[in-house]
């Protein structure tokens, strides 16, 4: 699912190609992807996009009262094209088309989440706001506030978008990693020094990310949006090793979201447990990596 970086480049691609143009024309491939009933969707056809802005992990376009809200979920992505280019049959679900060109929005995945909705007015808008603070601009003592507000693992709290706004599965790895913290570590726990550590990994990782993608992109539109990027500490790097100690990064699976991080760097040496897993293997469960590696070894 796109993050904050990966979002934050979106519209900083939206806005170079369609700030100010009149949208001319709507074409919806699928009438799952639409979300709403009022306003029309046609409404749009005609108004000039005059601003864009992020909510959470939404993509929001602002057309004077009315707003597009758009949110990608794990699979959707947008393409930039020529004009009135077609929808690609299988995974298209919508094109907007332009006088410089058509923005065609995709889902490559057999469930179709990705949505849109046509919102009137700034205060139907902020309905869709779950009220997670946005971290990059935040203080030490907000950031406190709200990582503290419930005692969860830091892994949910990070990716928990009533608390902080935008962060999901991949860069929650990325700022951990870089804190020296468990993913399994309650937030509660943690030290007013730690909470600082945390605070700067976030904002740190947040924004080096954002900048990184912005560069690497240049004036091109962004065609390769996904969660495993190139130099990336421990997501999506299961079995390579860790950039700082070179241990091999760990994971615990959870249905479709995962847990990367480097045993050495962040839990001391243990290896963490999915409870489904540990629950099953009991006594058998590895504890240590040098546990680990003689298991491998006997087997």
């Not at 074409?27 to 046609?42: C, G, Q, Y």
């Not at 030290?191 to 945390?198: C, G, H, P, Q, T």
Request: hydrophobic share 40%; net charge positive; aromatic share 8%.
């Amino acid at each position: 699912m796109p993050e904050l970086p990966d979002v934050e480049l979106y519209i900083s691609s939206l806005r170079k190609r369609i700030a100010g143009q009149p949208l001319e024309r709507v074409r919806l491939a699928t009438p799952f992807l639409l979300r709403s009933v009022e306003p029309r969707l046609d409404s749009v056809e005609g108004r000039a996009v005059t601003g864009f802005r992020r909510i959470g992990k939404r993509i929001v376009w602002e057309m004077d009262d009315i707003f597009l809200v758009f949110h990608l979920m794990i699979a959707g992505r947008f393409k930039w094209r020529d004009c009135d280019a077609t929808i690609p049959r299988k995974v298209g679900l919508a094109a907007f088309d332009f006088a410089n060109g058509s923005l065609i929005l995709t889902e490559a995945a057999t469930q179709k989440r990705a949505s849109l909705h046509v919102v009137q007015g700034v205060e139907s808008l902020a309905s869709f706001d779950p009220g997670g603070i946005d971290v990059v601009t935040s203080d030490i003592s907000t950031f406190m506030e709200a990582l503290q507000k419930e005692n969860h693992t830091l892994k949910r709290a990070l990716t928990d978008p009533h608390l902080f706004s935008g962060i999901g599965n991949a860069y929650s790895d990325e700022i951990l990693h870089r804190a020296k913290l468990s993913p399994f570590r309650l937030t509660r726990q943690l030290e007013a020094n730690e909470i600082s550590v945390l605070h700067a990994a976030t904002v740190s990782t947040l924004t080096e990310w954002t900048d990184r993608l912005r560069r690497e992109t240049g004036d091109a539109f962004p065609e390769k949006v996904t969660a495993f990027r190139e130099g990336m500490a421990v997501h999506g790097r299961f079995g390579k090793p860790c950039p700082r100690c070179s241990t091999p990064v760990q994971r615990i699976v959870h249905g479709e979201h995962e847990a990367n991080y480097c045993p050495v760097c962040q839990t001391d040496g243990r290896l963490l447990a999915d409870r489904a897993l540990s629950k099953l293997l009991k006594d058998d469960w590895p504890k240590t990596l040098d546990e680990l590696e003689r298991r491998k070894r006997s087997g």
